[in-house]
């Protein structure tokens, strides 16, 4: 195991608030802390964050992503924490066939998307790293006297691709180490090129209207609009968001769909949901039958490879170039995406992917969604 590690970092290189009682564990936390050597680094939220030379303990929060950069790079051992949704999410995903020790990694400190502060503090971390988006971790992990680092979903304006490349920098920071990321630059560089030259001359007319379902249940249909990843990949991969009328993720009505009326429906593995679920009306509330995509049998569910394909992992390069070619097979007709994606497992993972591990990734199940507060 570690050997693969290794290998892989040379080329690639990314429940409620309790804090009844914790006083005394959180001054020892904080005393620890200062017996050590430290050292600052400042994180993407813009704070200055004071860490221990070197790091032995983390927890991954609320920035789900990152743990497959994270064992990618590292390995488990120095990994005494996850949330639920990251191990419900390598669980069915290729980063099991690397890590399969990642089930066993203690998930408790966290329950529907909260922290708790007591079992937090139970893992004795020396720093945790979560999402800007969930500043309550910062918090709950600064208020038990943890250093916590915060990863922005947006420093790149949502780019996904570009996203990764400094989640695994600022990565590499926390850690206190350093790696050769220039042949997995010098890929998703060049595939974000080729794409985008090949859709630069595609008229609007001929683009296909489409949009992501982030969320969906019997109460809830969040669609993404602008200033989200789900328009990044839209319209990097030539096609329009139907939804571009709204800005982030909000709740919508079955009758705003009625009038998007997309040609192509995808569903995020931030739901439980399957295509089938629309072309059945399996969901009381909502009756897809009259939408184009649904009539046509253009819904599908997004890929989960290493991780899910929606947000920003280390993918992001194949998650483009899969919905480019959905969109415009004929400008993308002399590429195999399979061949892409075993040729990338193999060159910055190494592993070889069979014909059912592609299908995986293609076909996720249910159970994926697991651990993701609803």
């Given amino acids: 195991m570690k050997k693969i590690i290794l290998k892989v970092t040379t080329a690639l290189v990314f429940s409620s608030l309790v804090f009844t009682g914790c006083s005394k564990k959180e001054s020892a936390s904080k005393d620890a802390l200062k017996n050590q050597e430290t050292r600052t680094i400042v994180d993407q939220v813009g704070h200055t964050v004071t860490l221990p ?8 929060a609320s920035v ?3 743990a497959s950069a994270y064992c990618l790079m590292f390995g488990t051992d120095k990994l005494v924490g996850l949330d639920p949704a990251i191990i419900s999410a390598a669980e069915n995903s ?63 304006d949502f780019n996904a691709v570009e996203t990764i490349f400094t989640w695994i920098d600022l990565l590499a920071e926390v850690m206190n180490t350093s790696y050769d990321t220039s042949a997995y630059h010098e890929y998703a560089d060049k595939m974000q090129k080729m794409i985008a030259e090949r859709l630069s001359n595609v008229p609007d007319d001929e683009k296909p209207s489409a949009m992501i379902i982030h969320r969906y249940s019997e109460t809830t249909l969040q669609i993404p609009g602008t200033q989200t990843w789900g328009d990044y990949w839209l319209t990097a991969s030539g096609a ?40 059945t009306n399996s969901f009381q509330n909502y009756d897809w039958s009259n939408i184009r995509a649904v009539k046509e049998k253009q819904v599908y569910k997004m890929p989960l490879g290493i991780y899910r394909w929606y947000v920003t992992n280390t993918d992001s390069p194949l998650t483009l170039l899969w919905l480019a070619k959905e969109h415009h097979p004929d400008l993308f007709a002399d590429i195999d995406v399979n061949e892409e994606i075993k040729n990338f497992y193999k060159q910055f993972y190494h592993i070889d992917l069979t014909e059912e591990d592609i ?8 159970e994926a969604a697991g651990g993701i507060k609803k």
Avoid: C, H
């Avoid at 593995?269 to 295509?275: C, G, K, M, Q, R």
């Avoid at 299908?359 to 249910?366: A, S």
């Fill in 53 to 60: 030379k070197k790091v032995n303990r983390v927890v991954i």
């Fill in 64 to 66: 789900w992503p990152l």
């Fill in 94 to 156: 290729m980063l099991i066939k690397i890590v399969p020790e990642i089930s066993n990694i203690e998930s408790g400190f966290s329950k529907n998307g909260q922290l708790n502060a007591e079992e937090l503090l139970k893992l004795k971390p020396d720093v945790v790293l979560y999402a800007t988006g969930v500043m309550e971790d910062y918090e709950v992990a600064t208020q038990a006297g943890i250093p916590a680092v915060g990863f922005a979903l947006n420093i790149k």
């Fill in 240 to 279: 329009k968001n139907v939804a571009n009328e709204n800005k982030g993720t909000p709740q919508v009505t079955v009758e705003e769909v009625y009038r998007w009326n997309p040609d192509r429906i995808y569903i995020t593995n931030f739901s439980d949901a399957i295509p089938e679920d629309l072309y």
């Fill in 359 to 366: 299908q995986q990734i293609y076909v996720p199940k249910r």
